[in-house]
């Protein structure tokens, strides 16, 4: 399955798509909650989740005082610049 160009917003993706798109990151979706994904890099951990209206992403632990990074991206912005700024991490 192709990804449409890297410049084509999310919300112009099919579900399988961005599901794969997902994958292809290294992340696993959750068994139970199908909409949300983790991630696991050498340096951090990440919790994706598929909202209605945007893509959630929390990095586990990431701020100067241990807490929580969370952050969300509209899918109206393209598959890159989500990409870029997700996979970076925190």
Known sequence: M?????DTPLYNHP???I???LRDHGCQ???QELNTWYLER???Q??????IEELAV????????????VRSFKYSLSRGDVEAAVFDGP
């Open 42 to 44: 050498p340096n951090w």
């Open 58 to 69: 929390r990095y586990h632990q990431a701020g100067a005082d241990g807490r929580d990074i």
């Open 19 to 21: 599901e794969q798109w």
């Open 2 to 6: 192709s990804l449409p160009a890297i």
């Open 46 to 51: 990440a919790e994706i989740v598929l909202e």
């Open 15 to 17: 579900l399988p798509q």
């Open 29 to 31: 979706q959750d068994e």
